[in-house]
């Protein structure tokens, strides 16, 4: 069994998990009671983090644990859960790299964070070019077509 802490909160005006649009999204994490301002600090010197949350309106009856269409798209091939990024996930993880626009105090505000307001933060982490990945990058065509209008 695993046990996880939310660090902090979602806050954002976007209140339903739609799928398109993301980067015009401003919104902030709120650490936790726990966490003092010293928790961010030095994070103002990354241009991007790793947001990982939780998929917490996600239904957990709706899990998938096989194959299904993207997006319920027919038109793109089924593709097992985790050769996609969807909610309906068996642990309902999700994680964003997205843009640091400021610190303050406890609060960490960002921009495309793919989260809807009340988002349950699990973690946070600077996106450090070192860990991008190394060699060519390749993916099948659906994939750019279902990230058209993400951003």
């Known amino acids: 069994m695993i046990t996880l802490h939310p660090i902090g909160i979602v806050r954002g005006s976007r209140h339903a998990a739609e799928d398109d649009a993301w980067d015009a999204e401003v919104a902030h994490v709120e650490l936790d009671s726990r966490f003092g301002p010293d928790a961010l600090l030095g994070l103002d010197g990354f241009s991007h983090v790793e947001v990982i949350f939780h998929f917490h309106r996600a239904d957990p009856a709706r899990a998938e644990h096989g194959a299904r269409h993207p997006r319920g798209n027919s038109a793109w091939p089924r593709v097992g859960i985790f050769a996609q990024r969807g909610k309906d996930r068996p642990n309902h993880l999700g994680s964003t790299i997205c843009r640091v626009l400021r610190l303050d105090g406890t609060r960490?505000?960002?921009?495309?964070?793919?989260?809807?307001?009340?988002?349950?933060?699990?973690?946070?982490?600077?996106?450090?070019?070192?860990?991008?990945?190394?060699?060519?990058?390749?993916?099948?065509?659906?994939?750019?077509?279902?990230?058209?209008?993400?951003?």
Do not use: C, N
């Open 108 to 151: 960490l505000h960002l921009a495309g964070l793919d989260a809807i307001d009340g988002t349950p933060v699990l973690d946070i982490k600077p996106w450090m070019q070192g860990f991008a990945p190394r060699g060519a990058v390749h993916e099948p065509a659906w994939a750019g077509a279902l990230m058209e209008s993400y951003w």
